[in-house]
T-cell receptor, first 117, second 114 residues
C-alpha cells in the first residue's frame, strides 16, 4: 500500500520570503504521479503542481517548484516570493500511473501554511 | 466557467436522520469521486463512479451510499448519520484518462450531526 507523509503540520513564512514544504512517500510502484494541492480556508482544493515519476526534471509553475528525489522518495514544494494569498492547507498526494478507474489520490495529512504580512 | 458544484455548502442533520449531499459538474467528466475530510485530516476516498460503474472503497461503511443518475450529477446518501460522520464531504471529478488524470474539486459540504 502507498503512504504519504507530511511531517510539518504547520508552517509560517513572511511575505516575499521563500518556504519549503516537505513530503515523503512510500510505494513499490515504478509508474506514478505526485501532486501538491492547495486548500484555502473555506474554499475549494486546487492543483498547484504535479510531477510525473518518469521525468527527472523538477516541475515548475511560476512561483511554485518541486524538488523530486525519486530514490529518496521525497517530493518537497518550494514557494518563492510568498504572498498573503498563499495562506492555505497544502496537501501532498500520490496517484498510481495506470489510469482509468484506478486513478485514486492518496493524500498526506497536510501542512497549514500561514503567510505573515 | 466549467466547474464542480456542491449543494448545500453547510448541512445540519440529526443523529440517525438520513441526509443527502449533492454534487454536479459542468466539465462532462467520466469520473466522479466522494471524499470525507475530517477536521485537520487528509481527504479519504469513500467511493467513485467511472461512468455508471460504482467503485466502493473496502473500508467505506455501509451507512454511506451513492447514486449517479446521469453524467452531471452524483449524490452521497448517509442512511443513519452518527456523530462520527460529521465532516467536510468533497466531490471531485476527472476525465478518467490513462496516465495522469487531474481531479477537480468542488467547494465541499460541511456536515454537522446533532
Amino acid at each position: 500500500a502507498q503512504t504519504v507523509t507530511q511531517s510539518q503540520p504547520e508552517m509560517s513564512v513572511q511575505e516575499a520570503e521563500t518556504v519549503t514544504l516537505s513530503c515523503t512517500y512510500d510505494t513499490s510502484e515504478s509508474n506514478y504521479y505526485l501532486f501538491w494541492y492547495k486548500q484555502p480556508p473555506s474554499r475549494q482544493m486546487i492543483l498547484v503542481i504535479r510531477q510525473e515519476a518518469y521525468k527527472q526534471q523538477n516541475a515548475t509553475e511560476n512561483r511554485f517548484s518541486v524538488n523530486f528525489q525519486k530514490a529518496a522518495k521525497s517530493f518537497s514544494l518550494k514557494i518563492s516570493d510568498s504572498q498573503l494569498g498563499d495562506t492555505a492547507m497544502y496537501f501532498c498526494a500520490f496517484m498510481k500511473g495506470y489510469g482509468g478507474a484506478t486513478n485514486k489520490l492518496i493524500f498526506g495529512t497536510g501542512t497549514l501554511l500561514a503567510v505573515q504580512p | 466557467d466549467a466547474m464542480v458544484i456542491q449543494n448545500p455548502r453547510y448541512q445540519v442533520t440529526q443523529f440517525g436522520k438520513p441526509v443527502t449531499l449533492s454534487c454536479s459538474q459542468t466539465l462532462n467528466h467520466n469520473v466522479m469521486y466522494w471524499y470525507q475530510q475530517k477536521s485537520s485530516q487528509a481527504p479519504k476516498l469513500l467511493f467513485h463512479y467511472y461512468d455508471k460503474d460504482f467503485n466502493n472503497e473496502a473500508d467505506t461503511p455501509d451507512n454511506f451510499q451513492s447514486r449517479r443518475p446521469n453524467t452531471s450529477f452524483c449524490f452521497l446518501d448517509i442512511r443513519s448519520p452518527g456523530l462520527g460522520d460529521a465532516a467536510m464531504y468533497l466531490c471531485a471529478t476527472s476525465k478518467g484518462l490513462a496516465g495522469v488524470d487531474e481531479q477537480f474539486f468542488g467547494p465541499g459540504t460541511r456536515l454537522t450531526v446533532l
